[in-house]
């Protein structure tokens, strides 16, 4: 009866390991989201070698809604919702504005918002944090980097992760790169100099194939293709490293490369309510 018992065992491990490798992948689509506009009016302020003198830009301000299964996960939150409908244009111009918030295009492809189980954050410059609040129930991931320098900054900049930072919310301090789902299909790369814990996003879809997601690591496609970047980085060193690491992935993976910031860049992805699958 032992060896009989061992047997059996035996073979209801064979039969659950064939049946977990039988089991199909989770479905992971990619929505685009609109989540502002910048106006620059001095683009020098993106270069630390005075490359673009005299030019101005309109920067997009993306974020990203991604569907692993039954889980939903925001990448970046854009900005905060007091910009809604402020003019970058005319008397009372502003330099930031929001036409749309996050929760508005959730409604319309049926995600209520506290669906979000996941925020994840690539930097904490309030670009890509403005309305992070809007899903106190999900898990926030960030870079440990970038913790500590908002634990330390005497400034408001971590006002809108304070849920996470100093509340009750659900805090992961990312150290290095991050498989979220640990099946390779979402992973955060570290990317840093931008700030200390810049983060992109590398997310494999079963058609379109890998789309990486820069965070900062670049700002629009003259600022990569020529590897320049903002004065106030924190690190020039590091963020030539993560443009270079960058290129390397893009290259090795054949990957979509998606700068967050550049309009011409971010219609590789379909407009919304269409998903890249």
Same mark, same amino acid.
């Given at each position: 009866?032992?060896?009989? =018992? =061992?047997?059996?065992?035996?073979l209801l491990a064979i039969a659950t390991a064939a049946s977990a490798q039988a089991a199909p992948n989770p479905e992971v689509r990619l929505w685009r989201l609109d989540c502002g506009q910048?106006?620059?009016?001095?683009?020098?302020?993106?270069s630390d070698t005075f490359a673009y003198s005299g030019r101005s830009k309109r920067l997009a301000a993306s974020c990203y809604l991604i569907k692993h299964g039954a889980t939903y996960m925001l990448w970046d939150t854009g900005l905060a919702e007091s910009t809604l409908g402020q003019a970058l244009d005319g008397k009372d111009a502003k330099d930031e504005t929001l036409s749309v918030t996050i929760v508005q295009q959730l409604k319309l492809i049926g995600v209520d918002p506290a669906q979000i189980s996941i925020v994840g954050i690539s930097h904490y410059h309030d670009d890509h944090t403005g309305q992070a609040a809007r899903f106190p129930g999900a898990r926030l991931l960030i870079g440990k980097g970038d913790v500590e320098e908002l634990r330390h900054s005497a400034t408001s900049i971590g006002k809108p992760l304070e849920h996470?930072?100093?509340?009750?919310?659900k805090l992961e301090e990312v150290v290095g790169d991050k498989d979220v789902f640990e099946d390779g299909s979402v992973n955060m790369l570290y990317l840093p100099g931008h700030t200390?814990?810049?983060?992109?996003?590398?997310?494999?879809?079963?058609?379109?194939?890998?789309?990486l997601l820069s965070?900062? =690591?670049?700002?629009?496609?003259?600022?990569?293709?020529?590897?320049?970047?903002? =004065?106030?980085?924190?690190?020039r060193s590091q963020t030539l490293a993560s443009i270079h690491r960058i290129k390397e992935i893009v290259k090795n993976l054949g990957a979509?490369?998606?700068?967050?910031h550049e309009p011409d860049d971010i219609k590789k992805l379909p407009a919304f309510p269409e998903s890249a699958r």
């Open positions: 009866m032992r060896y009989r =018992a =061992a047997f059996v065992t035996i910048i106006k620059v009016d001095d683009l020098n302020d993106f996470w930072l100093n509340g009750p919310g200390p814990g810049h983060h992109g996003l590398l997310v494999k879809l079963p058609r379109m194939g890998y789309v965070g900062d =690591a670049a700002h629009f496609r003259e600022n990569y293709d020529k590897d320049g970047l903002p =004065a106030w980085n924190s690190d979509t490369f998606v700068i967050q």
